[in-house]
């Protein structure tokens, strides 16, 4: 019987076939960016005040100033930076009954009661529509600003366990494109939403198609390369998000209004159903379901676009997991390291989404220029995959991951104490933390899938990964409401979170230079792995005294 790795070995492992497949499937990572981060120029919040509709309609009569008429309306409170005029509270004046002249100046109305805003809101559109504006969600209604992310994120949480099934189920290529389906026609809601309920409903539905269908396009491509391309091909996927941060300001610049925004952000999913007649089924996922006869042609159509010859028997191709066990929940916490790993690598998730989304989404509230700040941060994401892969193979995985997690808790609390006219120095402090916390968002995706054993390993990525959403859902909370406290505040839950990050890191395993483990035993006697690794190589020595053979040459992550 031949394994699918071992035809692959002629049909070319990473050859002009699947490098078409690998660039097609990496442009559904660039509106993920748009769907993900969206939330900074479609929930824009610009300077708002009460509307209080006899002084609009007096400084029309009157030719008064917008400064007039507000100081007319709000009154003075205390904030961060010192008195400055309320957003939510006017003037409790019933100005059909009060005798008024032109001149502002005779009026006096700082021992007036306040109350809060009756008329809705005038807001400094700086030439932006966002969906605040439009429903008006400030002030008391400012916390449903933080739905239209969590919503999302409570999508990704039940899509991409929901769709992870189906494409087990039915196929990693008919999963991508049934998530696409429904990412075009839930963004097209989106944009048309009559109103907030039916807006948070739909932003439900978008999230649950846009994280597993991206997640069946990641699991496409890692299956159809050779497993010494698998790490590679999965960095620069996740890299293809970078581009996409890169190009959301260039967009979000030209188009002002949320609606088109979201219309063009959405775009892409309806065009990538033509992919229908241009990728390929899993062959390892064909064979796992004993559809031999579509994984041979698949295989052998592979081979022919790569320019290859086929000498092995393809006939006599099986499943190399076929034989896998059947993997449960308890399997991830019933042994001690196990337990360990599951715990550690669950709040890496927790941590990374936390403070990624954080950072990223705090860019949109700290009052500069949000499109020059947007696109100077996403530049330093690429760096990011470049460093992995260059430490890695150098360093091992548990120092660079332990590290970036410090670098980037570290970046948070200096960033947080640097002040405001320092603002250069501010910036390029916390695009360290923005390439820390990407390093380490990263490099969370292949360090689990090295510490557990080949039959849990799909699940215990899938349980894990759960975090991720979760903190996707705490984000926008930690950050919207605790900025309204102290503005640098989130930057301090950000640094401790990704601390302890850091700490835990250093107490897992290091996997470099280790086989990947096949059973619980191996994770949980790992000197037992390495004595078998010594032993069966020193065995093949003797065997091939001729040949030069790497004891530690390392297997790829699947």
């Keep these: 019987m031949t394994t699918f790795d071992e035809i692959l070995e002629e049909a070319g492992k990473f050859g002009p076939y699947q490098k078409r497949i690998f660039v097609m499937l990496c442009m559904s990572s660039i509106p993920f960016a748009g769907v993900y981060v969206g939330i900074v120029f479609q929930g824009f919040t610009p300077d708002h005040w009460c ?38 509270e006017q003037y409790e004046v019933d100005w059909n009954t009060t005798t008024l002249s032109c001149d502002t100046q005779e009026l006096d109305l700082s021992i007036t009661p306040t109350t809060a805003c009756k008329d809705g809101w005038e807001y400094d559109y700086k030439g932006r529509r966002s969906f605040v504006t439009e429903f008006d969600l400030v002030c008391s209604d400012a916390w449903l600003v933080d739905m239209y992310q969590a919503t999302l994120n409570v999508g990704y949480l039940v899509g991409s366990i929901t769709i992870g099934y189906l494409a087990d189920r039915f196929g990693r290529k008919m999963s991508f494109l049934m998530s696409n389906l429904m990412n075009g026609i839930a963004g097209i809601l989106v944009a048309v939403a009559p109103n907030y309920v039916s807006l948070l409903v739909f932003r439900t539905l978008y999230g649950f198609g ?108 099986r499943d190399d997991n076929a034989e896998s066990c059947t993997a449960s929940f308890m399997d991830l916490i019933r042994t001690p390291k196990m337990r360990k790993h599951t715990l550690i690598l669950s709040y890496n998730w927790f941590t990374s989404a936390v403070v990624y989304q954080g950072l990223i989404m705090r860019l949109g509230i700290l009052g500069g220029n949000v499109y020059i700040d947007f696109l100077i941060s996403g530049l330093v994401e690429f760096p990011a995959a470049l460093l992995i892969l260059f430490t890695i193979e150098r360093f091992g995985r548990r120092i660079p991951f332990a590290s970036a997690n410090i670098v980037a808790g570290a970046a948070c609390f200096i960033t947080a104490l640097i002040p405001d006219s320092m603002f250069w120095f501010k910036m390029a ?110 065995q093949l020595a003797d065997l091939l005294p001729n040949n030069s053979i790497s004891t530690n040459k390392e297997p790829a992550a699947v």
Excluded: H
């Design 429 to 538: 402090v916390a695009c360290i933390g923005r390439l820390g916390i990407t390093m380490a968002f990263e490099m969370v995706v292949f360090v689990n899938t090295e510490l557990y054993p080949t039959f849990v390993r799909n699940l215990g990525v899938s349980v894990c990964s759960t975090l991720c959403d979760v903190g996707g859902i705490v984000a926008p909370f930690l950050l919207y409401r605790l900025a309204v406290i102290w503005l640098e505040l989130p930057l301090i839950i950000f640094g401790f979170l990704a601390f302890v990050a850091g700490g835990l890191v250093l107490l897992l395993p290091e996997t470099k230079g280790v086989p990947l483990p096949d059973t619980i035993d191996d994770i949980e006697f790992p000197e037992a792995v390495k004595e078998k690794a010594a032993l069966r190589s020193q």
């Design 51 to 88: 509307r209080d509709s006899a002084v609009v309609e007096m400084r029309q009569t009157c030719s008064w100033s917008l400064a007039d008429s507000r100081r007319l309306t709000l009154p003075l409170v205390n904030s961060s930076g010192g008195l400055q005029q309320s957003s939510c």
């Design 210 to 317: 846009v994280k597993g269908g991206w997640m069946s396009g990641y699991v496409l491509i890692t299956e159809i390369v050779g497993v010494e391309y698998r790490r590679t091909v999965g960095v620069l996927y996740q890299m293809f998000f970078s581009v996409g941060i890169l190009l959301l300001p260039l967009l979000a610049y030209f188009i002002t209004d949320w609606r088109w925004l979201q219309v063009v952000i959405t775009v892409p999913y309806i065009l990538f159903l033509s992919y229908y007649w241009f990728i390929p089924e899993s062959p390892r996922w064909l064979l796992s379901q004993k559809k031999k006869s579509k994984a041979v042609e698949i295989t052998e159509a592979m081979a022919k676009g790569n320019k290859m010859t086929l000498s092995k028997n393809i006939k006599t191709l």
